[in-house]
């Protein structure tokens, strides 16, 4: 008769070829569907950067267009600030009445997490079409395309943060007589501060990467000129503007880093 | 990425025995400060933001009303109900072996990218290379892909698998990182080589989080596969909206599409949640 010992680790065992064959099953269900040309993904991952290299260096024709492109590259990262900014104040209100902690009505809880919820997985590709055939093709399309897709986001990170603050704090000033406002300004604010700064700076690093995908579908900001120059042929032109989206990217994500590591202190 | 603000260097000296209240300001201060300049930023973004041309409350109303079509009458249009069902499955198996084949690779680059596995330099390198790939929106690498090799899936794969891989090596090689250096000392301290190490000190130790990620990217996967079939036109669910709406002007039918994909969305962190339970009670 088997002991306990050896019982668990041939459980174990079973668990370890489980998991590994239902991962395996899954990559082979995904390839009947789609049916990829192994062959040909292969070659085109090596092909894709050798043509990369022979098209997409920027010449002294595509400088010309440098001053544009800075500066649809300007209005794009000023975009994605200010609708993520927005999204954080509808955010804010939303969690505070989402949260555990600060909000006493079941029904309201669960309404906030199921609108967030719904925001959050209605694809960015419906929201750019719709918002394009209402608002037409300019940088407010642009704003409202990223607002409507970082609220429902920012609204779960902030419930989340919320709700880890615990019941604790807001007991503590309760007891000494603080109102609900009080208690939510001068307890609750100040300890998630920091933490909802960080999710704000994360969420505007993402939206500067979604942008490019969005202005291409609202035709605006820096995703369209690159359409333009890509469709038109003028590679040099696009290189530049993929060029110009790198530095933009890591110079975001390095100050953001910064910063965050300057509010955690 | 995700740092535990409990665990700073400041945390862990010994308390003073006069508390002052300095400490707390000087917290607070770069946050209100870093407010206030993401508020003047949006400030005088939305006041050069009016467009030109259009009536904000009319275009409000026109939206408003379209959706309204779009989630109280959702209907057929110009594709069958089996037409759009398989092009779901087509983006789900594509974003799902995007995720699978990112994270496989991503494990092993992790490997040699995480700071208390790999040699600094090596480290370093893999680090920039990744954060370069993450830098160029994935939109861009299914596009020159496409261009590259045809328009079709092969496109799509590679495209959303090559930014898979950046992503998950990041997040990878930072839940590596917090392995602690003692577990790593005492394998290594016992003669055990690399592999062994990973085997049995960082393997058990990081998987919860890798898979959550995973998890994560999946998602991000799926919202991109949803994308590129309408920007770059690879197919898929992402296709027929994008024709639904730019081409045909058929709200009711982006009402379907995008409720279709609802359903599958809640599926999805149904088994999550499921998943994330059964993890946590050791099964």
Do not use: C
């Not at chain 2, 069958?80 to 995007?98: E, I, R």
């Not at chain 2, 954060?131 to 794969?157: C, D, K, M, N, S």
């Amino acid at each position: 008769m088997p002991n306990a010992v050896s019982v668990m680790l041939h459980h174990q065992r079973r668990v370890r070829w489980g998991s590994l064959l239902g991962v395996v099953a899954l990559v082979l269900a995904s390839q009947v569907v789609l049916r990829v040309n192994v062959h040909q993904a292969l070659f085109g991952v090596v092909a894709g950067w050798a043509w990369l290299g022979a098209h997409f260096a920027p010449n002294a024709a595509a400088l010309a267009d440098l001053p544009e492109i800075l500066y649809q590259l300007w209005r794009t990262v000023l975009v994605a600030i200010a609708a993520t900014t927005v999204a954080g104040g509808v955010a804010l209100v939303l969690g505070l009445a989402g949260a555990l902690p600060t909000s006493h009505l079941k029904a309201v809880r669960g309404l906030v997490r199921l609108f967030a919820s719904l925001m959050r997985n209605v694809p960015f590709v419906a929201w750019a079409l719709i918002l394009l055939f209402s608002f037409k093709q300019n940088d407010f399309t642009g704003f409202l395309a990223l607002l409507l897709m970082t609220i429902g986001q920012l609204t779960r990170a902030f419930i989340e943060t919320l709700d880890e603050v615990g019941p604790g704090p807001i007991e503590a000033l309760t007891a000494t007589g603080a109102t609900y406002w009080q208690v939510i300004f001068q307890g609750v604010l100040p300890a998630v501060a920091a933490p909802m700064l960080s999710w704000l700076l994360y969420m505007i690093e993402n939206n500067i990467r979604d942008a490019t995908l969005v202005g291409m579908l609202t035709g605006t900001g820096i995703g369209f000129i690159f359409d333009l120059y890509f469709k038109g042929f003028r590679y040099a032109s696009a290189g530049l503007v993929v060029l110009a989206i790198i530095a933009v990217t890591i110079g975001i994500e390095l100050t953001s880093n910064k910063l965050r590591q300057v509010l955690n202190a | 990425m995700i740092s535990n603000p409990e665990l700073t260097a400041d945390s862990l000296q010994p308390a003073k025995l006069t508390p002052t209240p300095r400490p707390r300001l000087r917290a607070k201060r770069p946050a209100r400060a870093l407010l206030l300049a993401l508020v003047a930023i949006t400030g005088y973004t939305l006041t050069t933001l009016a467009p030109h041309g259009v009536d904000l409350g009319a275009a409000s109303l026109t939206f408003l009303r379209n959706l309204r079509l779009m989630f109280l009458q959702p209907h057929l249009g110009q594709e069958t109900f089996a037409q759009l069902s398989q092009a779901l499955l087509l983006t789900v198996a594509l974003a799902l072996l995007t995720t699978l084949i990112g994270a496989g690779l991503a494990f092993f680059l992790a490997l040699i990218t995480a700071r208390n596995l790999a040699p600094r330099s090596l480290g370093d390198v893999m680090r920039s290379v990744m954060a370069l790939i993450r830098a160029v929106p994935t939109i861009l690498w299914v596009l020159v892909y496409a261009t590259v090799i045809g328009l079709g899936t092969e496109a799509a794969v590679v495209g959303l698998s090559f930014h898979s891989v950046a992503y998950l090596t990041k997040a990878f090689a930072e839940a590596i990182e917090e392995v602690p250096k003692e577990k790593l000392d005492a394998l290594r301290a016992s003669g055990a080589g690399f592999w062994l190490t990973v085997r049995h000190a960082v393997w058990p130790l990081v998987r919860q989080r890798l898979l959550a990620w995973t998890f994560i990217r999946f998602e991000i996967n799926f919202a991109n596969a949803v994308a590129v079939g309408a920007a770059a036109g690879t197919g898929g669910i992402g296709y027929y909206l994008f024709m639904a709406s730019a081409f045909y002007f058929d709200f009711q039918e982006v009402g379907l599409i995008v409720l279709m994909i609802l359903v599958f969305a809640a599926g999805l962190e149904m088994i999550a949640v499921r998943m994330r339970k059964s993890l946590l009670t050791g099964n």
